[in-house]
Nanobody, 123 residues
Framework: QLQLVESGGGLVQPGGSLRLSCAAS????????MGWYRQAPGKQRELVAH????????YADSVKGRFTISRDNAKNTVSTLQMNNLKPEDTAVYYC????????????????WGQGTQVTVSS
């Protein structure tokens, strides 16, 4: 069973930067769209950034110009989210997801989610 695992979260001061990574534990045949979501306490999960299979990106208005989503060709790494000029309102648990096909189920595409990584922006 393939799993996605996020890393790179932590505590950072306002104005600082973090780079989140999303790694896959299993064997991937192909990856379609990928995304990063976040959920703050008491709020619904929201889309932060999305990248299509063709490389088109879109971002939540609140993070445009500060966050960048990208594919990552490193071994088992699915995507990264570079977060700059972080603000206290960016504090949340960040989740990655990906629509992908595994080598043992070629022809079938499923959406996978990670377990989340905490990002806290505070002075």
């Amino acid at each position: 069973q393939l799993q996605l695992v996020e890393s790179g979260g932590g505590l950072v001061q306002p104005g600082g930067s973090l780079r989140l990574s999303c790694a896959a534990s299993g064997s991937i045949f192909s990856i379609n769209a990928m995304g990063w979501y976040r959920q703050a306490p008491g709020k619904q999960r929201e889309l932060v950034a999305h990248i299509s299979s063709g490389g088109s990106t879109n971002y939540a208005d609140s993070v445009k110009g500060r966050f960048t989503i990208s594919r990552d060709n490193a071994k088992n790494t699915v995507s990264t989210l570079q977060m700059n000029n972080l603000k206290p309102e960016d504090t949340a648990v960040y989740y990655c997801n990906a629509d992908l096909t595994t080598r043992d189920r070629v022809g079938y595409t499923f959406r996978y989610w990670g377990q989340g990584t905490q990002v806290t922006v505070s002075s």
